[in-house]
DNA sequence: CATGAATGAGGTTTCATTCAT
DNA sequence: TATGAATGAAACCTCATTCAT
């Protein structure tokens, strides 16, 4: 499969009936168990078929191509995850900065964990299925929510540019990546929680100006 | 290519003659270009030979398969950017933290993108090649040349733990890969070096005590 | 192809649609034919599915393997001539021991030369389809039958032990397969075949206890 | 490689110093081990020649090509077994015939003992090398010899005929060929020695008048 | 709508053979 | 003469996708 744009990926049908709606989740977590367990490269659509229980056929008939479908089931992560943490910054609102910090990647974190299989799952597809452009267009949005809260922090004096806030993104899902790549406890799990909340609290505290 | 081991990827032969070493050369530098100009999925072993300039047999006499090439270049790559942060560390000795920090990311960042090319190249084939495996690896022996350094910082009262330091070191590179991939002027990757030193630096002092 | 054993030969899926069946036949027959035609060596995937009249993917719908393509075919064969000597055996019994003989060595060249195409055919694919362990079992199984029979001859005062079985199964089979590799008209056939009655009898005779 | 026939098989060139002597019969009995522990179709001409301990390029000094190494080995097998069952011939003149066929199939059994090796391998290679001409041609000339040593036997009437003969010698090598292959004891191989001269013996006491 | 048989381009890999060194 | 790097045709096999049933 060559590399990926945004454009086009959309699914085929929208389900509008009950059939369809339990057809369509059918294949979708087939197709995260597949990735799982047969890795990237051995996903092949008529194991996806198999494993959901339904043929070939009917998969192609609700995804054009075997990229829609990984690219629909990448996409409807990202949207879980990016509501989690919109809630979150919601919720964070008129908080001191390292609160607000807090409870937004803590946010993310237990988000990412809650569903970790599709999380691993992902990050054996994301290149050949327009990952980056996916990931690129759900930062933005957590950098727009996050902005927004930020600016309702009664002890900072400027809020942080785009920058910074892409920055901490970025580093908290490579960290996140890693800690869920690497397996690990769930006291691991706990840890890498609170050092997450450290890192970036100190790192917005550092880049920012405050009282 | 299901997902691969650490095990049994070395070259197939090592070259006696003079003509060979040109050879494997010009495969592994092909092997760049191809992944770079036709992306992952379209990288095949043909192309890789037809761009060096040799026959397909050519290149299965050194590599005994697809993934041991895209293996060694990938190892190549990773050994290089060790071997500058290791550097970075030893020169970094008795330096205060703050400044051991800065050297040691600076290095990093250099490093990688010096071959920025390579480093977005071997993104694309990472987790069909090993790349988790390699990268486990890779961050171990970058831990420990760290631990040593900070090991002689004279303001530290006690060494952080192999936790912080992978903590840190997968936050700087998920910084690194958001900022690679999302390509950038001159400018905004000096900002890019800037910050991310600056979250190092803050987290790490978050996360030690120190005098 | 390397040596095999018995295990996991079998057809891949079984036909459902009437289609398939259809299509199974057409590639066994064609196996035949591209033995016939070109040699075991000049025997491809491709020539097989092309002679079938359909592509080589549907063959692989079918047979795992090339392997198993030849397997198939040669089960099928070693089946037919199992079958012919089974049904000899039972209605020789009660008769005198070379009158047995007779029916069976009978059974046995005239169900090769019905098939001789074929029996020729496969003497090229036998050692790398796992011919020895198919012919062993089949072996295995001429030998019950003709020991069953056997037990019923009236002038028999012991049956003969397996190996004598054995030993005059694998003169049988030796020199019948001499007599169809050298070709040989419709009267040096019935010369062979009065021969080898001659030859089992006198051999039973000579190894065996009767009155 | 294409079936074959007799023509144009024969070494490239004549061993006529010490050390290429020495090479042919390096290669040749490398052959062997690859064909007895690789299987016929993972025998290639460089792990024959690796075996040997040349490179690929000497053995294509002395062979032409593959089938004629095979072809050699082949060639040279047979020429041992056919002086062995000649010298027995000669030495068996003017006995009895039941003693001669003694004589002649122990000579034929042991000479395929000796080197069951080089017998299990060709039998594996046999249908591409033109192994069926070159038994043709090797039958004719045992017949011969044995048709030679029974005009000496004074309890024969008449002579049998040329296809009796050829009707004991491919019983006679199908029982050797069975036997061989199964593997079995030396206690097996005795009882085979005696059971082969017992069916020869009783074979051909009952295809010619004798006195 | 669902099925699953059929397709065939395209990918990986092998290996007999040559020839410059 | 010996070497072994290079060749490239050709084999095996996969799998996304279509379409008749």
Redo the contacts with the bound molecule.
């Keep these: 499969?060559p590399a990926a744009t945004l454009t086009a990926f959309e699914p085929r049908?929208t389900p509008?009936?009950a059939?369809?709606a339990f057809?369509v989740e059918a294949i979708s977590e087939a197709t995260i168990q597949v990735l799982l367990t047969h890795g990237a490269?051995?996903?092949?659509?008529?194991?996806?078929?198999e494993r959901a229980?339904?043929?070939?056929?009917?998969?192609?008939?609700?995804?054009?191509?075997?990229?829609?479908l990984l690219f629909a089931v990448f996409e409807d992560h990202l949207e879980k995850v990016s509501r989690a943490v919109e809630v979150a910054c919601e919720h964070a609102c008129h908080e001191p900065m390292s609160e607000m910090i807090q409870l937004v990647v803590e946010a993310y974190v237990d988000v990412k964990m809650q569903r970790a299989d599709i999380s691993i799952a992902l990050y054996k597809v994301a290149p050949d299925v327009g990952g980056p452009a996916l990931l690129t267009r759900t930062a933005q949005r957590l950098r727009k929510a996050i902005e927004s809260m930020l600016r309702t922090a009664p002890d900072l004096k400027l809020s942080p540019d785009r920058f910074t806030i892409d920055m901490m993104l970025s580093a908290m899902s490579g960290a996140m990546r890693s800690a869920l790549e690497a397996g690990g406890s769930t006291a691991i799990f706990r840890k890498t929680r609170e050092h997450l909340v450290l890192l970036c609290q100190s790192y917005m505290a550092a880049a920012t100006e405050h009282w």
Excluded: E, F, I, W
Excluded at 41 to 49: G, K, N, Q
Excluded at 53 to 68: A, C, H
């Design positions: 499969m049908k509008v009936q059939r369809s057809t490269d051995r996903l092949t659509t008529s194991r996806v078929a229980g339904v043929s070939v056929g009917t998969l192609y008939q609700y995804y054009p191509n075997k990229r829609s």
